[in-house]
């Protein structure tokens, strides 16, 4: 039995900030959050308090020394690389078929994902269309942008699509 999941990876990321959001969005979200070393920052609580939202403690999350440690270690089946050099947007892909775990890279943020797993992977690679004088959007925003796309296709599994804290009639 295979059980839909989803899983950002990241890749030497470089700023706190940014994973402090990403772990706020993964928590939200359900999805499971992999760190690949070395990082840009001290991996700290304080670091990620303030944009996680205290969400911190709800992100499920790994680290890893190295992407080859990850791969020995996860081995993914269905993966997806988010970056500016794919030629086609991850609205093509159809995820409503795949009943498993999907992981979606995302590269650190001054150089992306390493090219020789973008040129072995190409026909994985995606892209969020922009303007074509643009280089790249935050990469907070867009492994929620990435994130929402699966889930929609997935109908949000089950994740609530009412207000549960007011109650789904507050503005009645």
Not at 13 to 25: D, F, K, S
Not at 91 to 120: A, C, H, M, Q, R
Not at 149 to 163: A, C, P, T
């Amino acid at each position: 039995m295979f059980m839909k999941k989803l899983n950002i990876v990241l890749f030497e990321p470089e700023i706190a900030a940014n994973v402090g959001a990403i772990m706020r969005t993964c928590a939200l979200v359900n999805a499971k959050l992999h760190l690949i070393e070395p990082f840009g920052f001290i991996f700290d609580k304080r670091n990620f308090a303030r944009t996680s939202a205290n969400n911190f403690e709800g992100c499920e999350y790994i680290k890893y020394d190295d992407l080859s440690s990850f791969f020995e270690i996860v081995n993914p089946k269905n993966m997806y690389l988010l970056t500016r050099y794919g030629k086609k947007p991850l609205s093509d892909f159809n995820f409503k078929s795949i009943d498993d775990e999907v992981y979606l890279f995302f590269g650190k943020e001054s150089t992306g994902l390493p090219i020789d797993l973008l040129k072995s992977n190409k026909s994985l690679c995606f892209r969020f269309p922009m303007v074509d004088n643009g280089r790249s959007l935050n990469i907070a925003n867009c492994v929620g942008i990435a994130l929402y796309e699966v889930l929609r296709q997935w109908d949000y599994l089950d994740l609530s699509k009412v207000e549960v804290e007011k109650g789904e009639n507050y503005l009645d």
